[in-house]
């Protein structure tokens, strides 16, 4: 992207992202003109929309579109607008037999086609096929259903590359939605995103994450910032990850994720240490981790571990047999697989993903129309379930909260929420120019500017 096409304010420097990427209403509009019209965006899990019928509305900005069923093994998009004057047809989530528009009741089959138009005789006698529904592509990958409002856009697959290499070990397609909450957030829906696209805060933000005592939220000691974790991101042509990579000062230029990195100071057995991160996240955070490896975490405390065995090996052993005997299709994951999958991802724009064996977490934010310093932000859980389950219908419910306080969201994503606002008072500052980014932990951020750059200042 020759810089000249960029104006001045929003142009990128070396490790420097101007704020008025943030804070500008101009510079919003054109993230929703050009960059949401034009990217594969997440709409929903395929088993929110398991039953003929079922649909789920994505709202973006002033845009609604609908994703619906049509068939057991179909799924469409549609701009959610009639024919007629153009009234939204269905709001939020549901199940219909056919759209019906609550205006002058014209109505549409589930493929889109027209059904019944009202006194049609009175309009233009154009082929029906005119009045179909507009169509949204739209396509499937690991139980995600996704839309692009563009016709042109590469196929959804190659777009995703690498995720869908990388994620397969993880499977995805078997897990199902646990819990799923949106909350509105005073910032801008990048600023909450960010917070998420690197560990870098990590000691700064949540300290209580290398502590014995998880209720200890005072700011890190010295002792305790001389032990951080590094981690480091990796940019690819559109994504981004980060990956914990073990502590600073002993990080060897070969790095590879580490889930064994993990552990809690102060507590001399590493069996406990271990066992003690995995429960937490499972217990503040509610996903990433699931009920079986906090079971697995409780058998390791007190586990015979081997001369040559280590302590993460023993907690996969144990969490592997636990999902064995529970139904689960269990993979064995190979360290390198475990080093290309990181920590979280951006996939872009505007969601975040992070793998885990049996569990994942997603993230997603969207802007608020015409408030750049507002945006939706949802979290939601994603658990593996038994061979014998793939097929039972389980009831997500999306729950809305107004307030993020009021979302019961546990002291690691309260943490993480906080820092959003304050980023966005802080911003807005007249002494403020914009953010200064670590060029080893922190590119993950830059990478989707780099990116949106290519999708916003293209010509045509
Ligand atoms: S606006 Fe939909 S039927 Fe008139
Ligand atoms: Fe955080």
Not at 14 to 35: I, N, S, T
Not at 177 to 195: I, R, Y
Not at 335 to 347: L, R, S
Request: charged share 25%; proline share 5%; glycine share 6%.
């Amino acid at each position: 992207m020759p810089s000249e096409r960029i104006p001045e304010k929003y142009r990128l420097g070396r490790g420097f992202v101007p704020k008025a990427r943030y804070l500008d209403p101009e510079f919003q509009a054109l993230e929703l003109d050009k960059l949401f019209t034009r990217t594969w965006l997440m709409v929903c899990r395929e088993e929110e929309i398991s039953r003929v019928g079922s649909y789920v509305e994505y709202e973006l900005g002033a845009y609604s579109i609908v994703v619906i069923r049509d068939s057991a093994d179909s799924i469409k998009a549609y701009y959610n607008s009639c024919r007629h004057r153009g009234t939204r047809l269905v709001e939020g989530c549901g199940r219909v037999g056919t759209f019906i528009c609550p205006f002058h009741g014209w109505r549409w089959n589930l493929d889109g086609s027209i059904k019944l138009i009202l006194d049609q005789e009175e309009f233009d006698p154009i082929a029906a096929d005119n009045w179909s529904l507009v169509s949204v592509r739209c396509d499937t990958w690991g139980g995600f259903v996704f839309i692009n409002m563009d016709p042109t856009a590469e196929p959804l697959l190659d777009y995703l590359s690498p995720i869908p290499e990388y994620f397969a070990p993880f499977q995805f397609e078997k897990m199902r939605v646990t819990w799923w909450k949106s909350f509105q957030v005073p910032c801008n829906w990048k600023t909450a995103l960010d917070g998420f696209l690197e560990s870098y805060h990590a000691i700064g933000t949540h300290p209580q994450l290398m502590r014995s005592d998880k209720h200890n939220l005072n700011l890190a000691t010295l002792r305790e910032i001389d032990n951080r974790i590094w981690s480091p991101t990796t940019t690819y042509e559109r994504h981004a990850t980060y990956s914990a990579v073990g502590k600073k000062k002993e990080v060897v230029p070969d790095t590879e994720k580490t889930p064994e990195a993990r552990g809690t100071d102060n507590v001399t057995d590493p069996r406990v240490s271990f066992a003690m991160s995995v429960q937490y996240i499972y217990e503040d955070m509610k996903g990433l981790e699931n009920p079986l490896s906090h079971r697995a975490a409780e058998e390791l405390k007190t586990a015979e571990i081997p001369e040559d065995g280590n302590v993460y090996g023993k907690f996969r052993e144990l969490y592997r047999d636990l999902s064995i005997k529970e139904g689960i299709d269990w993979r064995d994951i190979t360290q390198e697989q475990w080093a290309q999958a990181g920590t979280a991802w951006n996939v872009f724009p505007n969601l975040i993903l992070l793998p885990n064996q049996g569990s994942a977490f997603g993230y997603r934010a969207r802007p608020v129309l015409g408030d750049p310093d507002s945006c939706t932000f949802e979290i939601f859980a994603l658990e593996q379930v038994a061979t014998a389950d793939y097929d039972k219908r389980t009831d997500v419910k999306r729950q809305h909260f107004d307030d993020f306080n009021d979302a019961d969201l546990g002291d690691v994503f309260m943490q993480d929420m906080r820092n959003a606002k304050n980023v966005t008072v802080g911003m807005h500052s007249p002494g403020y120019d914009g953010h200064r980014l670590s060029e080893a932990q922190e590119m993950t951020i830059y990478n989707h500017h780099r990116v949106a750059d290519r999708y916003i200042f293209r010509e045509d």
